[in-house]
């Protein structure tokens, strides 16, 4: 830590003499000037022999940060408090490094009128751990950061740990400097290769904090219920479901089965089923199972892999519905009309036996009638029920229609790894009509879950998604004019309804994909809370996620909460039990949502990088799927996506109009939303998930 950032840091606490100062630091002459040039920058002010951190009046306020970007000349502070994002030029950043909790003063003059402009006057909370490439620079080993590549970090030669260039790595700042060429940092774990994927997903899970490897006392707890079966006393008080031919859905590949189906046709209409592991059953309040579910708040899943929330002997064993096995579920158990409507619906603690692991592939072949002899063998016990669950489907799916539900088109890839976990395919995830079918019978619990705890006025985890706000309208609204789409929303705003129209008229359309990705940035971020807001999306009044407790936290939540609901427990004593549970387990599972989204994200983008990079120098057809002024996006059809950067593809300055097109002013070439181009592939970086393109005719 920098002599500067000691004075800040004390002085941060209360005013201190330059007596005390120097009592404190030693070193007095170095102390001395170092306050003089504080006061000098503006940092610091005395008054009555005593200095203060410069803080009063409109232009001289200090606010805490974080700092979320670093490029080479400048950064962006966060501020703590929400009131948006602080430019910092390079000479001010105090060597503050991304993630780094700082302290930053407002300038009195800022370039661009009415921006926030600043610099970072005391690093308060440095993060000191960084994963990225090892790199050789004048001869001496350094780490080029993924979240700052502009920025490396130079190794101490006595604590390199062996790492070598071209290795993925993390690394400690052990010594903080007032700049950035001046930190030193050690190697703290070494991942292999940066030319592969796996390595580089692996330095992605260190750095955001997830771990493989679950705690010696969870996993003590989880060794309890190896080969656990259910116990007789287990049952008693349950609903006996186990006669009933329930069925579960799912990729071949799934081994967390957490959710099942059962539907029979009524004279008024139908009786609709679903069931779901009774985790909490199994992890209790104050257990270390429990402790460390809440701390990941969700399982992540990349690639061909998963980071799960509970250990394999739940995940897997006891509370997956495993087929022909007795498991323990929390059921709801739902009446509909001849329209699909809800018309009762009731929770129970239940026992069941699933009869068969259903297969998306293999049930979308029975329903399309294109299935065997072999697959009528394999689904024969519920054979009668598949075609009532897909015609309650088609009414439901009419329901969302009727009710403006949102159906964004967006392509998710589906990742193929070898025998040595190197990607060598990416192909575009189809969702057929089973996957529909079990998505919108999940959708009906979880609606069932919210409206019950609502009208019980208990504490719970909503799923909240709320309307777009006026500026992200705005941007949607110029993004359309730009498209020649004529679309005006009401004064009060548009509803679900008005964006459902808008998707359908532009499906099909060579602008479907800048149409329908502009509506889906338009949304707010979908998050849990403990008001029930409902889900703009769904346009749905009462939503809460109710269906995957093996993997999300906040469905553990609700469980609990609804098991005492059933059970007969009061307002008050649900309040009083839960109310500070509910806060907690939708802050915390909100931030890990988050969390585990970027890193699923980041590392696809890994994946999808290392199989390109067996493709250098080949051509490609896209489509173009963004544009900014340094580059044009282009989509090809396996969702890969690569960047035209417009220094290489422009003659002069590119001018960029309303966001959707990017034109030569030299060259009278453009290149707009929806476009089709065709491209070469000409550089990769696995480590930072980025695929860089040429135009194929200029490359020739």
């Given at each position: ?208 904090g997830l771990n493989r490897r679950f705690p010696e006392k969870v996993k003590a ?249 006026a500026e992200r309208l705005e941007r949607l609204q110029t993004l359309l004019t ?202 990769v970086d696995i480590a930072l998930g980025n695929v860089d393109f040429a135009l ?5």
């Amino acid at each position: 830590m920098s002599l500067q950032t000691k004075i800040l840091k004390e002085i941060e606490k209360r005013p201190c003499r330059l007596k005390e100062l120097k009592k404190r630091l030693g070193n007095d002459k170095k102390v001395q000037r170092t306050v003089e040039e504080l006061v000098w920058r503006g940092m610091l002010r005395e008054k009555d022999g005593a200095y203060f951190l410069t803080r009063t009046g409109d232009a001289d306020k200090a606010f805490p940060c974080r700092l979320v970007k670093l490029g080479r000349r400048f950064g962006f502070a966060s501020r703590l408090d929400g009131e948006g994002d602080i430019f910092i030029p390079g000479r001010s950043l105090l060597g503050a490094m991304p993630g780094d909790q700082v302290l930053v003063r407002l300038f009195d003059h800022p370039r661009v009128a009415g921006s926030q402009e600043g610099e970072v006057v005391s690093i308060l909370e440095p993060h000191n751990t960084f994963v990225g490439e090892i790199v050789e620079a004048e001869g001496r080993l350094a780490l080029k950061p993924d979240v700052s590549p502009d920025n490396l970090l130079y190794i101490k030669k006595s604590a390199d740990g062996g790492a070598r260039p071209g290795e993925k790595a993390a690394v400690e700042i052990l010594e903080r400097g007032d700049h950035h060429a001046d930190h030193r940092a050690g190697v703290a774990m070494r991942f292999g290769s940066a030319e592969q994927a796996g390595h580089c997903i692996e330095a992605l899970l260190y750095a955001a904090g997830l771990n493989r490897r679950f705690p010696e006392k969870v996993k003590a707890e989880a060794r309890t219920l190896e080969n656990a079966t259910v116990q007789p006393a287990q049952i008693r008080g349950r609903l006996d479901l186990r006669d009933t031919p329930i069925f579960t859905i799912d990729s071949a590949s799934t081994k967390d089965i957490d959710d099942a189906v059962s539907i029979e046709r009524t004279a008024a209409g139908y009786r609709l089923g679903v069931h779901i592991a009774d985790v909490s059953e199994y992890v209790k309040p104050g257990t270390a199972l429990d402790g460390e579910a809440f701390q990941r708040g969700t399982s992540v899943y990349f690639g061909e892999s998963v980071l799960p929330m509970l250990p394999r002997q739940l995940s897997n064993g006891i509370c997956s519905l495993n087929p022909q096995e007795e498991r323990l579920a929390f059921s709801c158990m739902m009446e509909l009309d001849a329209r699909g409507e809800i018309v009762r619906y009731a929770f129970a603690k239940t026992v069941i036996r699933s009869r068969v692991k259903g297969v998306y592939d293999e049930i979308n072949a029975l329903l399309a009638g294109q299935g065997n002899a072999e697959l009528a063998d394999k689904y024969a016990q519920v054979a009668l029920q598949l075609p009532v669950l897909d015609e309650l489907y088609r009414l439901r799916a009419a329901r969302r229609k009727e009710r403006g539900g949102l159906e964004i088109e967006s392509d998710e890839a589906k990742i193929v790894l070898d025998a040595n976990g190197r990607c060598v395919d990416v192909v575009c995830r189809e969702r057929g009509r089973s996957e529909m079918i079990i998505e919108e019978c999940m959708l009906l619990a979880n609606q069932c879950a919210a409206k019950a705890a609502r009208k019980a006025k208990a504490p719970f985890v909503y799923r909240v998604h709320e309307k777009p706000d006026a500026e992200r309208l705005e941007r949607l609204q110029t993004l359309l004019t730009a498209c020649n789409v004529n679309v005006k929303f009401p004064p009060e705003g548009p509803a679900p309804r008005d964006f459902a129209q808008l998707l359908d008229a532009t499906r099909g359309q060579p602008l479907e994909r800048a149409i329908h990705t502009g509506v889906l940035r338009c949304m707010s971020k979908a998050c849990y809370e403990t008001a029930p807001k409902g889900h703009f999306g769904l346009a749905l009044e009462d939503y809460a996620h109710f269906t995957s407790p093996i993997r999300r936290y906040p469905d553990l939540a609700i469980h609990r909460i609804l098991s005492d609901l059933i059970a007969g427990a009061s307002e008050n004593t649900l309040k009083e039990r839960y109310q500070d549970f509910a806060q907690a387990a939708a802050d915390q599972s909100s931030a890990r949502e988050v969390l585990a989204m970027q890193t699923e994200r980041s590392a696809t983008s890994c994946y999808k990088a290392e199989y390109m990079q067996a493709r250098l120098g080949q051509e490609f057809e896209g489509v173009v799927s963004g544009v900014a002024a340094h580059g044009v996006y282009v989509e090809l059809p396996n969702t890969v996506e690569g960047m035209l950067r417009t220094v290489e593809i422009c003659q002069g300055e590119p001018v960029l109009t309303d966001g959707v097109r990017v034109s030569d002013p030299i060259s009278g070439k453009s290149w707009a939303l929806g476009d089709t181009v065709r491209v070469k592939v000409t550089r990769v970086d696995i480590a930072l998930g980025n695929v860089d393109f040429a135009l194929a005719d200029a490359a020739e």
